[in-house]
T-cell receptor
């Protein structure tokens, strides 16, 4: 199998605080993980590529100082939304690349609500 | 920029009928395509994939067709069931070789009992 988990599944935070979301590959190692953002009734938008042992690669328009990504091990990547604001409220989804490029397995997503 | 789009935002079918979900992609350099199913509040789930050197690939109750001439991809679901109700996304690799996927806008499939 290829299972990817995310924690937490839902989080509500106050404006100005920071929130960390974890993405774990449970039964395989992933040197590459991806973070996506999804608005209601919209498609997945790639935010960044997370590489184990090196800096993340951010997509155009994504603020790297606001969305901090750390790929500390072959099974864990974290996304920290710093100084969150209501417009950061969204569904954040990670995926982990198992063997070949494009063989991505997705986590269940994290619903972030900033009040 | 690169984009993958879908012709219809919502498709409503009767239980037991066949469903066809379409996707138009823009990058002729894409060599790998994937269909995902996403249920409400969950992450995307792999359904089937196809490489650009193929025209058709079949799975269990699903078939993907690729027409590179018109850059069109379709997903056919046979004997659609209520459990098939979800949003379906096509994804392509684009012109990069970085493992990144480009997702289409999604089609919502509604199965009427």
């Amino acid at each position: 199998g290829a299972v990817v988990s995310q924690h937490p599944s839902r989080v509500i935070c106050k404006s100005g605080t920071s929130v960390k979301i974890e993405c774990r590959s449970l039964d395989f190692q992933a040197t590459t993980m991806f973070w996506y953002r999804q608005f209601p009734k919209k498609s997945l938008m790639l935010m960044a590529t997370s590489n184990e042992g090196s800096k993340a690669t951010y997509e155009q328009g994504v603020e790297k100082d606001k969305f901090l990504i750390n790929h500390a091990s072959l099974t864990l990547s974290t996304l920290t939304v710093t100084s969150a604001h209501p417009e950061d409220s969204s569904f954040y989804i990670c995926s982990a690349e198992k063997r070949a490029p494009y063989e991505q397995y997705f986590g269940p997503g994290t619903r972030l609500t900033v009040t | 920029g690169e984009s993958v789009g879908l012709h219809l935002p919502t498709l409503s079918v009767q239980e037991g009928d066949n469903s066809i979900i379409n996707c138009a992609y823009s990058n002729s350099a894409s060599d790998y395509f994937i269909w995902y199913k996403q249920e409400s509040g969950k992450g995307p789930q792999f359904i089937i994939d196809i490489r650009s050197n193929m025209d058709k690939r079949q799975g269990q109750r699903v078939t993907v067709l690729l027409n590179k001439t018109v850059k069109h991809l379709s997903l056919q679901i046979a004997a659609t069931q209520p459990g098939d109700s979800a949003v379906y996304f096509c994804a392509e690799t684009g012109s990069s070789n970085t493992g990144k996927l480009i997702f289409g806008q999604g089609t919502t499939l509604q199965v009427k009992p």
